[in-house]
C-alpha cells in the first residue's frame, strides 16, 4: 500500500534532481555495449546471493512492520523474501542477461524503387519510472530489464517494501559500477512521500518517457488519472478459465485448481471459472469438489446453486471482483458463445483460459476474446513474463498501445527508422 506522509517541501527539488541524473544516465546506456550490460546484470546477481542474509533481515524489519496491519494475506505474500525467492531473483537477472540485446535489432528492412534502402531498428524508450507496492522484487526485475534495454529506470516502491527495496537496489548499483555503467542509471526514490508519486507522474521536467504501475486499483486509477506521460497500464488480473464441453475433465480438474490456488495473490491467478451447461450434471461438481478440497471458498450463480446447493450465492459484484484470495466465483455459459460474452462484459483484459478438445471452440475463444493473453489447456499462473522466456517482466500490460501483455526488453523498446541513400532527391 502507498503512504500516506505529508508533502515535503522540497520533494520537488529532489524528484526533479533525480529526473535529471536519469536522462544523464541513459544517454550513455543508449549506446552501451552488449557485454558491458551483460557484466553489470552478472554482477548484480552476484551480489544479491552474497548479500541473501542481508535481504532477507531488511525484509524481516518489513514484515515486522505490517504484523497486526489489515493489510491482505496476499499483499503479504507479494512482500515477503525467502531463500528460494532470493535465489529466483538473482536467476531472473541472470536469465535477462543470456537474452538477445534488443537494442539496434533491425525488425523491417526494404527497398524502395528510387533506389533508397529503409530499416527499422529497434532503440531505447530514455527514462522509465516504475510505480510499484508491496512486491521488492520488482526492485530487481525492472532494473535489470531496464538495463539491458538500454533504458535508465526510477522506482518508487511503497513504504511497506522499503527496507527490502533499498537492500535490492544497493546490490542492483554494485553490479552498475562493476561494469562502468552510469550508477544513476537505476535509481530508488529515497522517500516514501506521496508527493514523490504525483511528481514522476508529472514527468520530472520532461526526464520520464513511460510510467509503468504496478499495484492495486487506487495506484493504477491515480496513475490514470493524473500521469502526463504516456503509461502501459497494467491493471487488475480479472482472468477466466471456461470449461468447454469437450474438456478432459481430469486435466480440467488438475489446471484449475493450479490456476486458483497455486498463488491466490498474483495477478495471474483465476477468479472467475465458467462450465459449459452442456456438462454440467458431469464436470461442474468434479471441479468444485477439487478447488473446495484445496481450500477455495465458492461463490455459484443461480443455476450453480440449483446443482450445488449450499454454496454462497455470487452476487453482481463478484463477476468484476478480483479477490486476490481464495475464492473464486462460478457460472454456468451457454457453449463457447456464452463464455465468450461474460468474458466481453466482465473481464480486465488480462489473461484468459480455455480448456477444451474441440479444435473450433479454441479458434473462436483465440479469434474472439481480445485480452493480452490466451491459454489453451493450460494455467493462467503462466501469465508471467519468465514463464514466457523473458527472463523477467516489469509487468502485465493490459492496454493495447504499444506493449501487451508480459513486459519484457522488447517492450521496453522503441523504434526508428534508418535510412540509406546514394545521393537521391525528391522531385
Known amino acids: 500500500m502507498l503512504d500516506t506522509v505529508a508533502q515535503s517541501p522540497d520533494i520537488d527539488t529532489l524528484m526533479n534532481d533525480i529526473g535529471r541524473k536519469a536522462r544523464a544516465a541513459s544517454r550513455p546506456l543508449a549506446f552501451a555495449s552488449t557485454e558491458s550490460k551483460n557484466k553489470a546484470l552478472e554482477a548484480m546477481a552476484d551480489a544479491i546471493l552474497a548479500r541473501k542474509d542481508h535481504i532477507l533481515t531488511e525484509n524481516a524489519k518489513d514484515l515486522k512492520d505490517v504484523e497486526g496491519t489489515d493489510m491482505l494475506a496476499s499483499f503479504v505474500d507479494r512482500l515477503t523474501l525467502n531463500d528460494k525467492r532470493v535465489i529466483e531473483m538473482a536467476e531472473g537477472i541472470r536469465a535477462i542477461a543470456a537474452l538477445a540485446d534488443p537494442v539496434g535489432e533491425v525488425i523491417a528492412a526494404w527497398d524502395r524503387p528510387n533506389g533508397l534502402k529503409i530499416e527499422r531498428a529497434r532503440t531505447p524508450l530514455g527514462v522509465i519510472g516504475v510505480i510499484f507496492e508491496s512486491r521488492p522484487n520488482v526492485t530487481a526485475d525492472a532494473g535489470a530489464l531496464c538495463l539491458k534495454a538500454g533504458n535508465a529506470v526510477i522506482l518508487r516502491c511503497g513504504s511497506d517494501s522499503r527496507r527490502s527495496s533499498q537492500a535490492i537496489h544497493e546490490c542492483l548499483v554494485e553490479g552498475l559500477k562493476a561494469a562502468g555503467l552510469p550508477e544513476h542509471a537505476i535509481q530508488l526514490v529515497p522517500v516514501s512521500d506521496r508527493a514523490a508519486v504525483g511528481a514522476m507522474l508529472r514527468g520530472l521536467e520532461g526526464n ?48 484449475v485448481v493450479n490456476a486458483k490456488m497455486r498463488r491466490t495473490g498474483i495477478c495471474g491467478a483465476a477468479e472467475t471459472l465458467l462450465v459449459d451447461s452442456k456438462v454440467a450434471s458431469t464436470h461442474l461438481k468434479p471441479l468444485l469438489d477439487g478447488l473446495a478440497a ?10 450453480v446453486l440449483k446443482l450445488m446447493p ?15 484470495a481464495a475464492i473464486i466465483s462460478v457460472a454456468l455459459v451457454d457453449g463457447i458463445s456464452g463464455a465468450i460474452a461474460h468474458i466481453g462484459k ?8 480455455v480448456i477444451a478438445e474441440d479444435a473450433a471452440v479454441v479458434e473462436r475463444f483465440f479469434t474472439e476474446i481480445d485480452s493480452a493473453i490466451l491459454l489453451h489447456n493450460a494455467s493462467t499462473q503462466f501469465a508471467d513474463g519468465g514463464e514466457f522466456g523473458m527472463g523477467a517482466e516489469i509487468g502485465i500490460a493490459t492496454g493495447k498501445m504499444h506493449a501487451r501483455g508480459p513486459v519484457g526488453v522488447e517492450q521496453l523498446t522503441s523504434f526508428k527508422y534508418r535510412v540509406r541513400g546514394t545521393g537521391q532527391i525528391r522531385a
Open 208 to 255: 520520464i518517457d513511460v510510467i509503468v504501475p504496478r499495484g492495486g486499483k487506487s495506484l493504477v486509477a491515480r496513475v490514470q488519472t493524473e500521469a502526463g506521460v504516456p503509461v502501459f497500464a497494467h491493471l487488475e488480473g480479472l482472468c477466466h478459465i471456461y470449461i468447454d464441453a469437450s474438456a478432459d475433465l481430469e486435466m480440467a480438474k488438475s489446471i
Open 294 to 303: 484445496a481450500g477455495c471458498e465458492i461463490r455459484g450463480s443461480a443455476d
Open 310 to 324: 449450499g454454496l454462497k450465492a455470487a452476487t453482481e459484484e463478484d463477476w468484476s471482483t478480483e479477490y486476490l
Open 346 to 353: 466482465y473481464s480486465s483484459n488480462h489473461t484468459e483460459a
